[in-house]
């Protein structure tokens, strides 16, 4: 059984930069697309990066290109977001996912969730 659990979230000024940990406890997920979103008090959850199980692509929102880099490592099942740059409004819970869904860039891609991290970035 898969069990996600996030760790790396914080409190960080505005520049400063934050490492997100995903690590599956339960069972490996290299046959799994793994994914972050984020989610922000009163609005939706937001697709943030992915990457494949197969090819390793990956995808990011274009609010975090440039800025977020999504790596994993299967020996060790874990899956990181490194993010630089950090800005007030990646303020957010954010979420790590894993799942065999074509659509890696909808929480619908998805089957197993994590309990989510806090970012805090102020300004």
């Known amino acids: 059984q898969v069990r996600l659990v996030e760790s790396g979230g914080g409190l960080v000024q505005a520049g400063g930069s934050l490492r997100l940990f995903c690590v599956d406890s339960g069972r490996t997920f290299s046959s799994f697309n793994m994914g972050w979103f984020r989610q922000a008090p009163g609005k939706e959850r937001e697709f943030v990066a992915a990457?494949?199980?197969?090819?390793?692509?990956?995808e990011y929102a274009d609010s975090v290109k440039g800025r977020f880099t999504i790596s994993r490592d299967v020996a060790k099942n874990t899956v990181y977001l490194q993010m630089n740059s950090l800005k007030p409004e990646d303020t957010a819970a954010y979420y790590c996912?894993?799942?065999?869904?074509?659509?890696?860039?909808?929480?619908?891609?998805?089957?197993?969730w994590g309990q989510g991290t806090q970012v805090t970035v102020s300004s």
């Open positions: 996912a894993a799942g065999i869904g074509a659509r890696v860039t909808t929480p619908r891609g998805y089957d197993y």
């Open positions: 990457i494949t199980w197969s090819a390793g692509s990956k």
